[in-house]
């Protein structure tokens, strides 16, 4: 992995017009992890608690449903990161679309929100992940995301890194795959990134990627049926 900040990374913007139904050419769908992030249309702050459990409920059914593995999960007032495990990008570009739907469907019903209005950006981002570093340290980027709203004392609507504390997983998380990933249970992995900074977490993940042969990271990350 390249020393690259995930900022940096996620500037090659694999995108997908979801609000249209259409696969986008340019995504990469060699994968089977994708970093996956959609925005509230203007940037509104649409998530409270309620309408966040709302989402990761469903998400989380939905995931089960369809054979997905999540990752990472936070729900900030006005966007969502998720880290998805599959064997098909299109399930999940199908997960998020059905999902970003169905929540529409719940801000319009329960707020004074104008038809014509839209609740999410038309594009949803996606980032593919192709080795053990990536993936480590886009859990960091994603874990930090909200810290600033906690620093604020302003709510952070939901964040997978609470079920992480409580070992308590809903449907669509696999609780073991951590340690086969990162050889860190779920709270090893969580003090990681609560007591460290973005560099000494990224140096972490660079060493541990070192102890993956070329062959084992093709066989996790690589899905070959896209190659």
């Not at 990752?71 to 990161?81: A, C, D, G, K, R």
């Amino acid at each position: 992995m390249q020393n690259l900040t995930y900022e940096a990374i996620a500037k090659k913007k694999q995108t997908t017009d979801l609000a249209e139904g259409t696969l986008a050419n340019n995504i990469d769908k060699t994968s089977h992890f994708y970093h996956v992030m959609t925005r509230a249309w203007g940037h509104e702050a649409i998530f409270n608690i309620d309408i966040a459990q709302y989402r990761q409920r469903l998400l989380n059914r939905l995931c089960e449903k369809m054979g997905i593995t999540v990752l990472f999960s936070v729900t900030m007032p006005n966007h969502t990161h998720e880290v998805f495990m599959t064997d098909r990008w299109e399930d999940i570009a199908e997960l998020i679309r059905s999902t970003n739907s169905q929540v529409s469907r719940l801000i319009r019903k329960t707020r004074n929100w104008k038809s014509n209005r839209k609740v999410f950006e038309r594009h949803t981002l996606y980032v593919p992940i192709k080795d053990i570093a990536n993936l480590l340290y886009v859990g960091k980027y994603i874990y930090d995301n909200p810290q600033q709203l906690k620093a604020e004392g302003r709510t952070v609507p939901f964040s997978c890194f609470w079920v992480f504390e409580n070992a308590h997983p809903g449907p669509g998380y696999n609780m073991k795959l951590y340690s086969s990933l990162f050889n860190l249970d779920t709270k090893d992995l969580l003090e990681l990134y609560s007591t460290n900074s973005k560099k000494t977490v990224l140096e972490y993940a660079n060493s541990l990627a070192r102890t993956w042969p070329k062959t084992q990271t093709e066989s996790v990350f690589i899905n070959k049926q896209n190659s």
